[in-house]
């Protein structure tokens, strides 16, 4: 299998993967009411605005200055020789969008499906950060992502960078592949949400200093559930558009990438839901949504790559994994994340990127896969750091005392999602 030559698109193929792109928002809008869903009720108002500014401020960002780092395969990068070997790290865009009416088809719908992916991948942290990031916080970390830690991933991994080409330069597989952006998306906005709380802490009362950690339910979970159906129809589109640009997959292997989508996630809510069940006594709601996408994010490395029993297995995985992470990282790590951000996206999107190198057939697939982990583990997260310590002396992540006892509701925008209810403040802070 090789994936080095593009074939030319069709005007058929072209009508199909715009409409696909056009229904992938849904994905955004899915895990925006995810994230709204799992908060506090007196910040939701707050949330689901800040969900809106930072796919304002990436999409303006990208266009500005990230598109031009990210570049296109067809086009030029900027690279340097190492042991006789071509190394592509950065790309050599137009400005502003200089050239986009001359450029390709295929080229202009990559471009597209770019601008949906740093929208998400900006929206990730957000939810890690609910009930204590500020608004302007919020956007600043998506501006950051969006001007140049989101465009050196996708350069590395779909505009023809070195990590692409792990398969020409030395022979791995086809190159590190990731069709619908476990890693470029999942894996750099789990890493960015691990940050973020990491630098702003845990909510007030969270952890208190005697006793387990206190429980601060979401407050919508009808909203967090049909967030859920949103996201498999943004899901779909998603990968199966994913497909067609990045692993140039045939029309006959479209169908199939929507089923292992589909299966992933089905598979990944039925073993959260089992594993919670047995854990708790009942199923957990706001875990099997947990769940279900976490088998949707594992799903897009390689939805249009593996059989439809592989998908079932990364599925199966992905679920019986997110309730032990979720768990493991608020319990045994004291680490404060209501959306589950960094279970589902951090840890579904590496266990989908090394499955992909389980299941996918090139010989030296698997290995091209882990440099890919290790490049974002050893790379892309420590620049994340840098970057947010940096603003975080400028902008600071957490919000005072007064406005998490008050709800960012009131705090930051002077009234409440919820008017005609009473909102209690929690007994941690009577």
Same mark, same amino acid.
Not at 36 to 59: M, Y
Not at 146 to 167: E, M, N, R
Not at 336 to 356: F, K, N, R, Y
């Given at each position: 299998?090789?994936?080095?030559?593009?074939?030319?698109?069709?005007?058929?193929?072209?009508?199909?993967? +715009?409409?696909?792109?056009?229904?992938?928002?849904?994905?955004?809008?899915?895990?925006?009411?995810?994230?709204?869903?799992?908060?506090?009720?007196?910040?939701?108002?707050?949330? %689901?605005?800040?969900?809106?500014?930072?796919?304002?401020?990436?999409?303006?960002?990208?266009?500005?200055?990230?598109?031009?780092?990210?570049?296109?395969?067809?086009?030029?990068?900027?690279?340097?020789?190492?042991?006789?070997?071509?190394?592509?790290?950065?790309?050599?865009?137009?400005w502003m969008l200089g050239e986009l009416n001359s450029d390709s088809p295929r080229s202009q719908l990559a471009l597209l499906f770019e601008f949906l992916s740093v929208a998400l991948t900006a929206l990730i942290p957000w939810?890690?950060?609910?009930?204590?990031?500020?608004?302007?916080?919020?956007?600043?970390?998506?501006?950051?992502?969006?001007?140049?830690?989101?465009?050196?991933?996708?350069?590395?991994?779909?505009?023809?960078?070195?990590?692409?080409?792990?398969?020409?330069?030395?022979?791995?597989?086809?190159?590190?592949?990731?069709? !619908?952006?476990?890693?470029?998306?999942?894996?750099?906005?789990?890493?960015?949400?691990?940050t973020v709380v990491w630098i702003a802490g845990p909510r007030k009362g969270k952890f208190p200093k005697e006793g387990l950690a206190t429980a601060m339910p979401g407050h919508n979970t009808v909203a967090v559930l049909f967030?859920?159906?949103?996201?498999?129809?943004?899901?779909?589109?998603?990968?199966?558009?994913?497909? %067609?640009?990045?692993?140039?997959?045939?029309?006959?292997?479209?169908?199939?990438?929507?089923?292992?989508?589909?299966?992933?996630?089905?598979?990944?809510?039925?073993?959260?839901?089992?594993?919670?069940?047995?854990?708790?006594?009942?199923?957990?709601?706001?875990?099997?949504?947990?769940?279900?996408?976490?088998?949707?994010?594992?799903?897009?490395?390689?939805?249009?790559?593996?059989?439809?029993?592989?998908?079932?297995?990364?599925?199966?995985?992905?679920?019986?994994?997110?309730?032990?992470?979720?768990?493991?990282?608020?319990?045994?790590?004291?680490?404060?994340?209501?959306?589950?951000?960094?279970?589902?996206?951090?840890?579904?999107?590496?266990?989908?990127? +090394?499955?992909?190198g389980l299941f996918a057939p090139p010989a030296g697939q698997l290995l091209a896969q882990l440099v890919g982990i290790a490049a974002l583990l050893g790379l892309a997260l420590p620049l994340i750091y840098l970057l947010f310590?940096?603003?975080?002396?400028?902008?600071?992540?957490?919000?005072?005392?007064?406005?998490?006892?008050? !709800?960012?509701?009131?705090?930051?925008?002077?009234?409440?999602?919820?008017?005609?209810?009473?909102?209690?403040?929690?007994?941690?802070?009577?």
């Amino acid at each position: 299998m090789t994936l080095a030559a593009i074939p030319p698109m069709s005007d058929s193929v072209f009508a199909l993967t +715009l409409a696909l792109l056009l229904l992938a928002p849904l994905a955004i809008a899915g895990v925006a009411l995810v994230n709204t869903g799992l908060g506090r009720s007196r910040s939701a108002a707050q949330s %689901i605005l800040g969900c809106l500014g930072i796919v304002a401020v990436a999409a303006v960002v990208f266009a500005m200055l990230g598109a031009t780092f990210t570049g296109s395969p067809e086009g030029a990068g900027h690279s340097f020789l190492l042991f006789g070997k071509n190394w592509n790290w950065l790309g050599a865009g137009p400005w502003m969008l200089g050239e986009l009416n001359s450029d390709s088809p295929r080229s202009q719908l990559a471009l597209l499906f770019e601008f949906l992916s740093v929208a998400l991948t900006a929206l990730i942290p957000w939810g890690s950060g609910a009930e204590r990031l500020r608004l302007t916080v919020g956007c600043a970390v998506a501006a950051l992502l969006s001007a140049l830690v989101f465009p050196l991933a996708a350069h590395w991994i779909w505009g023809g960078g070195w990590l692409a080409q792990l398969g020409v330069n030395f022979g791995l597989g086809a190159g590190f592949l990731d069709g !619908g952006g476990a890693a470029t998306v999942h894996m750099i906005g789990g890493l960015s949400a691990l940050t973020v709380v990491w630098i702003a802490g845990p909510r007030k009362g969270k952890f208190p200093k005697e006793g387990l950690a206190t429980a601060m339910p979401g407050h919508n979970t009808v909203a967090v559930l049909f967030g859920c159906l949103l996201a498999l129809v943004g899901w779909m589109a998603w990968n199966v558009a994913g497909a %067609i640009l990045w692993l140039h997959a045939p029309n006959s292997a479209l169908a199939g990438t929507a089923v292992n989508t589909l299966l992933s996630a089905s598979m990944a809510l039925i073993a959260a839901f089992t594993v919670t069940r047995i854990r708790f006594g009942k199923p957990d709601a706001s875990i099997c949504a947990n769940g279900w996408l976490a088998g949707l994010v594992a799903s897009s490395a390689g939805a249009g790559l593996i059989s439809p029993a592989a998908a079932l297995l990364v599925g199966l995985v992905a679920g019986l994994a997110t309730p032990l992470l979720v768990e493991l990282l608020e319990l045994a790590l004291s680490i404060d994340d209501p959306s589950g951000a960094v279970s589902v996206h951090a840890g579904g999107g590496l266990w989908g990127i +090394l499955a992909v190198g389980l299941f996918a057939p090139p010989a030296g697939q698997l290995l091209a896969q882990l440099v890919g982990i290790a490049a974002l583990l050893g790379l892309a997260l420590p620049l994340i750091y840098l970057l947010f310590r940096m603003l975080d002396r400028v902008l600071p992540f957490g919000a005072n005392e007064e406005g998490e006892r008050l !709800g960012m509701d009131l705090h930051e925008l002077g009234g409440s999602a919820y008017p005609e209810f009473v909102i209690h403040r929690d007994e941690s802070q009577r």
